[in-house]
């Protein structure tokens, strides 16, 4: 990821910041700059509830070449309990016991590292919820 992408993604990355219409209370993660149900141009800026559930899921088996260290892993689309729904990898859980509708919350954890000096990405995580 180069440098400028990375510094521009950090309010969502590591604050959970979402942006919401102020005309018609539609909120959008990541942020945008017109809202597609109003076009309104003005928003603000709201943090999202780091609880949720899982919709879907599936286990990667034969991962990419940098994630192939933590192969098999499952990778779920979590809908968030302000109605928010992004795609995570889910951690701390055997692929075996997860189950649609399972409650999960969101932490960071590192993502990835672009080469042996370089940047350490973080990002969320979903968890299962005990």
């Known amino acids: 990821m180069a440098i ?16 919401k219409c102020t005309g018609c209370g539609k909120i959008f993660f990541p942020p945008r700059i017109v809202c597609d149900e109003c076009a309104s141009r003005s928003f603000e ?8 559930k899982i919709v879907t899921f599936t286990v990667i088996r034969i991962a990419p070449s940098q994630f192939v260290d933590q192969a098999p892993y499952p990778i779920g689309i979590v809908e968030l309990n302000d109605g928010i729904k992004i795609c995570t990898q889910i951690a701390d859980c055997n692929p075996d016991d997860l189950k649609i509708g399972m409650p999960v919350r969101l932490e ?11 940047i350490i990405q973080y990002g969320y995580k979903a968890v299962p919820v005990k």
């Open 108 to 118: 960071f954890r590192k993502i990835s590292q672009d080469g042996t000096p370089g």
């Open 4 to 19: 400028p992408n990375y510094w521009r993604s950090i309010p969502q990355r590591y604050r959970y910041e979402a942006a």
């Open 45 to 52: 800026t709201i943090n999202l509830s780091r609880y949720g």
